[in-house]
Every structure is written in structure tokens, then in C-alpha cells.
């Protein structure tokens, strides 16, 4: 009982003692910058979470937490240019150089962040977003009014609510899941990624999903205004809209071509794969 | 009339400042000086007129919202896809771009295409694929590795495997776009595999990352 | 394929307004690129802000769009974009607590006034004023002093319409106005003769 007991106690104080020394190594700093409208904001971090949300008023805040002391934090405001950098120490890894970041940033800045695994999250903001992740997951939500740009390697990349937009993707081997996702221009490129859309295709844009030989599953509802064209080399092609046909050199082929107008043809629409395979929806209403 | 008298009447007299009291003007140099100093403020600010001009940004709102609110009713574009329109804060990466894609098409042509010391096996449906694990990497590729390698070991392999899946789609865009060169669709393919191959060195030399 | 005449910028301003209504992009583009300077200067000078001046130029030309279907030419259309713009500016400086004009004349007090310089050694200001330094000088007036030059002697308006813009009497106009030009003169005169007196 006493030796239970003894073992016990042990034990507690070296969890105390392995716990202090954790956090002993953890260091969280706050970064705060004053800026004017559409401030440049750019994170470069290659290891570890980067969150971007809004906040109200000209004012940038950055809240990094690092784990070990071979990671720096390096900050610099010129103009109204703020960037902060991991800079990574000692032959840093992917746990020891982590850093978490915490961002708020005014809702019409532009951002850039840049990672390799990330992941990466964007909310609510209104400028131009520019995100790099080799095998970062993405997440931009809610955003309206700007310009999202994307580029992965293998990270898969979601996009949510993403309205009044110039939206390009560019994912070698990541998923890419577009879930209302609207604007003028609404650009699609993956290697062997999947590409999902689920909307509108609206507001008059151009849309173009594009793989090598990922899968295109796109569903619309039945009152979609689209003028499509989906291509497959050597998968096949699958479409559930009653299409009109129209004067074009665009040659059809049951089963991996078609081509045509649903509604008034306000947005035009392309799918194109080699060799994956290509299913045009129409949504379950 | 004294000058008292004169400049009590003064901001009645009209732009052109026609002076009535010129009888004034014409003993007073004092009274005349401070009218010709005010006309001339006055033919300055004239040319102050629509001098300024805004940035860009300002119209990128405006055709946003016109476009939220349907006021921009544009006609149906053709079956091609046509590049984005591009702001001009984005515009820098359209030359970028554009010289990634002409320096991997170059590099390629050069070579030939894929090596022709490439294995290749074909499907029992005919269908021509490329074997993954045994095509070796151009030289370029593993010289990129190398430097990922040197820089961040634990991404090696995930560069290693998106480029194979990046040369397999250069390899079939271009015999598709070989086998029928008037297939704009192909060309598309083409586009965007370089597209594929210029954003994988561009993210790998990413020297911020270091 | 377009002809040359569709080409932003060689788009005729009657043109450009009946493909407006049509909703074609690059005639409301084309409209914007027309009038965008007068716009973007006026409301620059009257806030001394880029910023400020920026996000009102955007307002003054989405409110004319969203009426283009209503203008049926009685008017210039410079006109009524110009008119337009103006009052997106007085709404926002009456919305944010600023002066728009200053009281009625019988209520400033001598402070307010310009000191009243009834010549002087100085010689003439003509020939001897330089744009930066009246641009600067404009800035650093009063706003309603500010406001009141801006409109008649840049903007070119008359004082019965800047009267009913403003909300004020035409004699406050035209008092306004000459007070502004005599700060200006004030001030430009002291700016040279600091120059004059340097090495």
C-alpha cells in the first residue's frame, strides 16, 4: 500500500516536472500593427497552423506560439506592409520549428500565407488572399469581393461561401471541394485530385475544372444558367441536364464529351479531365 | 470710398469681378493688389480642376458591386476558356507564369518528351499509362529534389510524388495535343499541366521558406 | 469579334450611356474612365484623405450606375455625375459631424475670419502661384472655407448652386468664398515670404 502509494506521488511530480519543462519551452508572443485600408499582411511559417479572422477597426494582430526554442519570430511593418517570418534555428524540425498562429486582420487586407504543412484557415475578409501550402490542408470560408488564390501540392483545399470572387486552385495531387462557391472567374487546375463543386456557377462567371486524372463531380440546381463543355481523353462523361444544343466546332461523343446551354447560358462552364472521370449533376431540390 | 468701404462690398462684385468702384481701384494700389491677388487665386484653383487620379482599386469595387447588384449583364462567352481577368495588384504573376510555362516547354521539347528510356505499360483495355515506379525523373527534377532534400528532408517525397504526377501529365497532354494540334481543348491540357510543373519549382524554390 | 469603336476609351459618352443601361461592363467602365478624375479631385479636396476620397469617388459612381436607366439626356451627364458626387460628400461630412459651411455670417466671430490685410509691401501674387503650393494652401483651410472655394472656384459652380447644395443663404456663399480666398492669399503670401527670407 505505502509502495502504491510512494509510486503514486512519483509519478505525479514527474508529470509535474515533464509538464513545467513543455511549457517552460512553449512561448507564446503578441504582435500588434496599426495600418490603413487594404493593409498587405503576409505569415511565412513552415511548420504549423496559420488561422485568419477578422477583426473591426485598422488594426493587425498576431498571436505566435512556438514549442522549443529553435524557432525566432521575426516581424516587420513597412508602410502598410506587415509580414512576420518563423524563422527556423538549429537544424529545426517539423515539431520542434511548429509555431501556431493566431491572426486578426482588418476585413479588407490582403493576405498572403505561405506554409508547407500548415493548415491554413481564412475567414470572413473581403481582400485579396494568396495561400501556399505544399501539404497544408486549406480552408477559406465566407469571403467575398477579392481574389483567392490557392496553390498546393498534395494539401486538400476547401473552399465555403465564396461570393464576388477570382478564385484560381492550383492542387497537384490535393482534393478540392468548392461548396457555393461564385465569382467571375472561378479557376480549377488539379494533377490527380479530385475536384468537387457544389453551387450556383453563377453571377455571370467562368468556370473552368480542370484535372489530369482526378475526378470532376460538379452539381448544380435545375434552374443553373450554364453554357458547358466537359471533355474527357479516356474517362467518362456523365451529365443529368437536358442540354440545348449550340453551333460550335466542340465535337460531342457519347460517354466522353458533351456540350451545350441549360437556361439563359450566363455563366460558361468547363470540365475537363484526360483521364478521370467527369459527372455534371443536377441538385436534389 | 475708402478701403473699408470698398472690401465690405468686395464678395458682392461677382466672379469676373467687374469692380463698379473702379474710380478706387484706379487711386488705391493697395485696395487693386489685393484684387488681383484674389483673382488670380481664384483662375489657379480653376486649374486645380480634375487633376488626381484614383488607383485602380477603385474600379475593381465598383465593377464588384455592379456585378453583385445585376447591373453588369454580360453576354455568354465562347466554348474556350478564356484567361481571368486580372487585376492589376495580380497582374505581375501573368508574366511569371507565362515564362515558367515557355521555359518547361522548352526544357521538354529539348528533350524530347518524356525519356525515351522510359518503361511503358499498356492496360488490357489499350489504354496507354505511364508506370510510376519505374520512370526515371529528368535530370532537372532531381536536381530540384536534391535542393528540397537539402533544405526540408521530410518533404522530399512529397515533391517527389506530385512531380512524377505532374510529368505524367505534361507526358499525355502533349500527345494529346500532338495527335490533333487544332484541338484547342488540348492545348488547354497543355496549358495547365506546365501550369502544374512551373507551380511545383516556383513552390519548392520558395526561398521564404527556408 | 468587337469593332475598334467598342474599345474602352474610344467609346463616345452618348454611346457608352445607352450600353450602360444595357448592362455592358465596359460601358460602364468606359463611363468611369471618362469622368473618374473630376470625380476622385473633387472628393479628394474636399476630404484632404486618399482614403476618404476613394471610398466616396466609389459611392458617387455606384449611385450614378444604379440610376443610369433614368437619365434621359436633359442635362449633361458630366453634370449629373458631378452634381451626384458633391452630394455623397456633404452627406458624409454631415453624417460624421463635420462642418460643411460655417454659420451664418452675423454669427462668426472675428477668430473665424481671416485677418483682413488691406495691402501691404508684399508684391502681387500673379505669376508667382504654383499648383503644390495651392493645393497645399486649400488643404489647410477651414473646411467650410474649403468647401465653399471647391465648389466655386475649382468646381466652377454658381452661388445659388452651391446655396441649395449646401443649405445656406447666397450671401453666405459669396461671404464664404471671399474669406477663402483671403486666407488664401494670407497664407500663400507668408509661404513665399519664408521662402524669400531662407538662404
Known sequence: MYRKQRIATVSVVMIIIVAALAAAETTRKEMHFKVGRRANISIVNLYGPISVKPGIGKHVSVTATSYSGKVEIDQSKRGNRVAVVSHLLQRADSDSGRVDYEVVVPMDANVTLHTATGPLHIEKLHGDLLLEGSTANVDVRDVSAGRVHVKTLNGPVTLTNVNDAYVEITSVSGDVSLHQVNGASVHVNSSSGKIHYDGEFGEGGQYSLTSHSGDIEAIAPSYASIEVVARSVQGRVDNDFPLQPEHTSFVTRSGSAFAGTVGQAASSVNLLSFSGKIHLKKREQ | ?210 | MTDAKKQQGRLSEAEAIERAKQGNADAFEALYNLHKRRVYSLCLRMTANTAAAEDLTQEAFLQLFRKIGTFRGESAFSTWLHRMAVNVVLMQLRKKGLPVVPLEENIETEEESPRKELGGDDPRLAGSIDRMQLQRSIESLPPGYRMIFLLHDVEGYEHNEIAAMVGCSIGNSKSQLHKARMKLREILRTSRAEKATKP
Open chain 2, 1 to 210: 470710398m475708402t478701403c473699408e468701404e470698398f472690401e465690405r462690398v468686395l464678395p458682392e462684385l461677382g466672379n469676373d469681378h467687374r469692380i463698379e468702384q473702379d474710380e478706387h481701384l484706379k487711386s488705391c494700389s493697395a485696395c487693386s493688389e489685393l484684387v488681383s491677388d484674389l483673382n488670380e487665386i481664384s483662375k489657379q484653383g480653376r486649374l486645380l480642376q480634375g487633376c488626381e487620379e484614383p488607383s485602380p482599386w477603385v474600379w475593381n469595387s465598383i465593377e464588384v458591386a455592379l456585378r453583385q447588384e445585376g447591373l453588369i449583364r454580360e453576354q455568354p462567352g465562347n466554348l474556350l476558356v478564356h484567361p481571368p481577368r486580372l487585376s492589376w495588384k495580380l497582374r505581375w504573376l501573368v508574366p511569371a507564369a507565362a515564362a515558367s510555362l515557355i521555359f518547361f516547354g522548352v526544357l521538354l521539347h529539348e528533350r524530347g518528351g518524356i525519356p525515351k528510356h522510359q518503361a511503358r505499360q499498356e492496360s488490357p483495355a489499350g489504354v496507354v499509362t505511364a508506370d510510376l515506379q519505374t520512370e526515371g525523373m529528368p535530370s532537372e527534377d532531381m536536381q530540384l529534389l536534391n535542393s528540397v532534400a537539402a533544405r526540408t528532408p521530410s518533404m522530399r517525397d512529397a515533391y517527389e510524388q506530385n512531380l512524377r504526377a505532374v510529368n505524367a501529365y505534361i507526358h499525355d497532354a502533349e500527345q494529346s495535343a500532338n495527335n490533333d494540334p487544332n484541338d484547342e481543348v488540348a492545348q488547354q491540357y497543355l496549358r495547365n499541366a506546365y501550369e502544374q510543373k512551373a507551380m511545383v519549382y516556383e513552390m519548392a524554390l520558395d526561398r521564404s521558406l527556408q
